[in-house]
């Protein structure tokens, strides 16, 4: 009986391997995300804790901002935009934007950019003349 | 820091800077001053006094807002967003004619928070009414709840937004007196511009901090607001009319 069991667990891992052999031959359906840092050394946590919980910081910075007029720049869609908007197209949506490209991947729609604008501002001195 | 701390050093920092420059200016720059890891104060309430008198023919008020919030029409003045408004009245009797801008009233006990479904319409510590667009469903109930016909509602998708001033389709919005701008301690859009181009007739402050400029004008001259008998308690007063 126990020779049959490891007889079948080996099949059966053998049968994944070979899977994932193909799985890595195979070209992906879904491009994989383009993650382009346009500016600035380090964000303001670790890469994996922003991946993980950028939308809570983003979700608690926007209740402060709106209910207590707390504009700390520290966790404010403002500053996303201002350091990882595309250099070419100024914006952090479109095929190889900041925000889109990882959404599109893992299939989460963004609604941050139907009122905030996705574009980064131009600097105070160009604004004002 | 506790409230009744942070004004008596308010007052002390007030006194000192009374010692230094002219009065009036440096109180108004004192009140505004506040850092953006401070939150707003029940103890500020934000407000405006128009005096109908100096109010001309222009609509320079009407531009700078709609400039600076990014309110752009799309040639249909029926459902176009309008967060302030020149209104011309007539005494029908005397052929008396008179024109005022018209915006929220940023009123003490608004009605478009009462009646609001989902507590995005709200009232900020500091008086400023607002929309928290966020949870804002578009059901319109404030904007027939309120008398002066304040807010509008966005029908369109929209492009091009201001980074300070985000707009959206589906939403409710009003004259948010430049909160953005008040947070960086300057003045809403609109003064600025009546002061800048047109009659002078636009004034802001706080109307709690009694060494303001507005303060003294509403202790010292007449003033209204529009619908009192409603009883709102208006941040918006008009002088003259």
Redesign the interface.
Known sequence: MMRIAAAVLAAASLALAAAAGAQQARPARVAAPVIKIEKGEACVAPADEMRRNHMKMLLHQRDRTMRQGLREPRHSLKGCVECHASRDTGSVLGKEGFCSSCHEYAAVKIDCFQCHTPLRQAPAAARRP | MSPERRQFLAWGAAAAAGSALAPGLRLVELAQA?S?????SKLQRWGLLIDVTKCGGCDDCVTACHAENGVSGHGRPETDAQWIRKLSIRDKRTGYAQTLPLMCQHCEHPPCVDVCPTGAS?K???GIV?V???TCIGCRYCVLACPYGARSFIHE??S?????V????G?VESCTLC??RV?RGETPACVEACNRDGGKAMAFGDLNDASSAIHRRLKGEASSQIRADLALNTGVRYQGL
């Open positions: 506040r953006p890891e401070e939150a707003a709200f900020r510590d500091d607002l928290d667009k966020h998708a929209v091009g937004q201001k980074a300070d985000p707009r959206g389709k939403t909160v953005h947070d």
